[in-house]
C-alpha cells in the first residue's frame, strides 16, 4: 500500500496521541486525533503530519477513502463513489496534485452550472418503448427547462417562507401555462428534473427552492478521473499513522483534551479532535458525545439533508450501444427516468454505470445485487432490445452503508444554507471537516479536502497556538490532462 498502517508507530507511542495501554511520556508536541479516513480526514491528518503535529487517524472501515472508493474486481479502476473532479481548473485545490500524479480527466462538461454536468453534445436519449427522442426536441426542453427556473426563482423572491423545489414548479405552471408541457416534451423535462435530482441526490419534493442553487462551482466543468481517485487518496495517506477498522463510539472532551473510544474498547487520548465522518453517521448518534455538543450543532447535523445516489456498473464483453457520453430513458415521472454513464468513451472499458437517485435509490438499496444488476439491465433493455447480458456487476448502496448512511449532503426545505458554517465550527477541543461543512461547496471531493485542511489549520492556529507553524509542502504545478473524444 502506498500509506502505511503502523499499529506501533514509536513517534506516536512517545506522544499524547496515544493509547490506553501505551505509556505517555511528557513531549512539548501537540497531538491530534483525526476520526474519518475519507478526504477531509486524510485531508486533515497530512497537513498535521506536515506541520510535525503528532496525529493518528481512525478509520471504521478496512481502507481509506470513505465515499471515495475505487474497485478493481473488474481488473480496471471503477469508483462506486465519487468520480467526478467539479472544477477543471487550477483554482481547485486537487488541481496540483492530480496534475502532478499526471492522472487524465476526462471533460463531460465546460458548463459549471449544477444543471448539467454534462454537455448536451454527446447523448441519446430514449422513450420507454426504445424510440429515439430527437436532439432538437431535447434542447427545445432544456431551454424550455432553463425558462421555468428562471419562473420558479421569481416565485423564490416573492415567498418569505421556504418550499420545494416541485411546488414552485408547480406555481409557475398554474400561472404561466404556456409553460407546461404535454407528451413526449413533458418526458423529457421529467428526464431534466430527474438530473437535478441526481445532482442533490435527493427527490424534488425535498430540495429547497431557496437553496438549490446556493452552492458555488468553480469554473473549467465537470471532468472524470479516469484512472479512478485512488491514487490521490494513497498519495495524500503515504506516511500517516492510520488505524483501520477502528469504529469509533464515544468521543469525551474535557479542557485538557478529549478522549476516545473505539468499539473493541480501546481508548485514544490526544490534545483535540478532528470529526470527519458522514453527516449520515453523525445523524445516527453512532457516535456518542461527552458531554453532549452544544444545541446548535445538534441541530445542524439533524435539519441539513443528506442524499442517496448510487452506481450499477455493468460490465459487458464488448459494446453494443451507441457511442455516446450518456445514455436516457425519459418517462412520465423523474422515478421512471434512467440516466446511463457511457465509460466506454472515457476509459475505452465496455462498462454503463446506471445512477439512480433518492426515493429510487432507497428502494433499489432494499433488493439484492443481483437483482438491482437486473433492474438495471431491464431499464437498458427499454432502449436497447438486442442488448447482451454483462458478465459482471457491482452495486453501490450508500445510504445503508453503516459508514456512510448517505451519499452527501443538500439544503433541505425550510432549512437555512448557513447549516453547512454551523456543522463546520469548533466546540472547544473539537474540529469538523467533512463536504457537509463545506458552505460552498458541500458534496464535491475538492470541498471535503477543504474542510479537512482547514479543519487542520483551524486547530493549529486557534486551539494549539499561535506558535504552531503550518508547514504546506508546495506541490508545484502541472497543467491537467483534460481529454474529450
Not at 512539548?28 to 497537513?47: D, E
Not at 465519487?82 to 481547485?92: I, R
Not at 411546488?167 to 398554474?174: E, G
Not at 431491464?378 to 457491482?394: D, E, M, T, V
Request: glycine share 8%.
Amino acid at each position: 500500500m502506498a500509506f502505511r498502517v503502523d499499529q506501533s508507530n514509536r513517534q506516536l507511542n512517545t506522544a499524547h496521541c496515544s493509547s490506553s495501554n501505551v505509556e505517555k511520556r511528557h513531549t512539548a508536541s501537540p497531538s491530534v486525533i483525526v476520526i474519518g479516513g475519507g478526504f477531509a480526514g486524510i485531508a486533515a491528518a497530512r497537513a498535521l503530519h506536515d506541520a510535525s503535529i503528532q496525529v493518528v487517524l481512525l478509520e471504521s472501515r478496512d481502507r481509506v477513502g470513505g465515499r471515495v472508493h475505487t474497485d478493481y474486481s473488474f481488473g480496471f479502476p471503477i469508483d462506486l463513489g465519487a468520480s467526478w473532479l467539479h472544477g477543471v481548473c487550477k483554482e481547485n485545490p486537487l488541481a496540483p496534485l492530480i496534475g502532478k500524479l499526471g492522472l487524465p480527466l476526462y471533460r463531460t462538461s465546460g458548463d459549471d452550472s449544477v444543471l448539467y454536468d454534462h454537455d448536451l453534445e454527446s447523448y441519446a436519449l430514449f422513450d420507454v418503448d426504445g424510440n429515439h427522442v430527437c436532439q432538437e426536441l431535447v434542447s427545445k426542453v432544456g431551454q424550455a427547462f432553463e425558462s421555468i427556473l428562471k419562473e420558479a426563482n421569481k416565485v423564490r423572491e416573492e415567498h418569505r417562507e421556504d418550499m420545494s423545489v416541485l411546488r414552485a414548479l408547480s406555481i409557475v405552471f398554474k400561472r404561466r401555462p404556456d409553460l407546461r408541457l404535454e407528451g413526449l416534451s413533458h418526458k423529457v423535462l421529467q428526464w431534466y428534473l430527474c438530473r437535478m435530482e441526481g445532482w442533490f441526490a435527493a427527490d424534488a419534493d425535498t430540495i429547497s427552492i431557496k437553496g438549490w442553487d446556493e452552492e458555488k462551482l468553480l469554473p473549467g466543468g465537470h471532468g472524470l478521473m479516469v484512472r479512478g481517485y485512488l491514487p490521490v487518496i494513497n498519495t495524500l495517506a503515504k506516511g500517516l499513522d492510520i488505524r483501520l477498522s477502528h469504529r469509533v463510539t464515544k468521543v469525551v472532551r474535557h479542557n485538557y483534551g478529549v478522549k476516545v473510544t473505539v468499539e473493541s474498547g480501546k481508548t485514544f487520548t490526544a490534545d483535540a479532535a478532528i470529526i470527519a465522518v458522514p453527516l449520515g453517521v453523525l445523524k445516527s448518534n453512532r457516535i456518542k458525545f461527552e458531554p453532549r455538543l452544544p444545541a446548535w450543532k445538534e441541530a445542524a447535523i439533524a435539519e441539513l439533508g443528506i442524499g442517496i445516489e448510487n452506481k450499477i456498473v455493468l460490465h459487458f464483453k464488448e459494446v453494443f450501444w451507441p457511442n455516446v457520453e450518456f445514455l436516457g430513458v425519459v418517462a412520465e415521472t423523474t422515478y421512471g427516468c434512467s440516466y446511463f454513464l457511457n465509460l466506454h468513451k472515457a476509459t475505452s472499458h465496455p462498462v454503463l454505470v446506471y445512477m439512480p437517485a433518492g426515493k429510487l435509490a432507497r428502494d433499489i438499496e432494499k433488493i439484492s445485487d443481483e437483482a438491482a444488476a437486473n433492474f438495471a439491465f431491464l431499464q437498458l433493455k427499454k432502449i436497447l432490445p438486442n442488448a447482451s447480458n454483462p458478465i459482471q456487476w457491482l452495486v453501490s448502496r450508500w445510504g445503508t452503508d453503516e459508514n456512510s448512511l448517505g451519499s452527501y449532503s443538500y439544503d433541505r426545505v425550510g432549512r437555512p444554507h448557513n447549516l453547512y458554517e454551523k456543522l463546520r465550527i469548533p466546540v472547544d477541543n473539537l474540529f469538523f471537516a467533512g463536504e457537509a461543512t463545506s458552505i460552498d461547496y458541500p458534496g464535491s471531493v475538492h470541498g471535503a479536502y477543504s474542510t479537512g485542511t482547514m479543519a487542520a489549520e483551524d486547530c493549529m492556529m486557534r486551539f494549539l497556538g499561535d506558535d504552531v507553524e503550518y508547514h504546506n509542502n508546495n506541490i508545484f504545478s502541472v497543467p491537467l490532462l483534460i481529454s474529450r473524444m
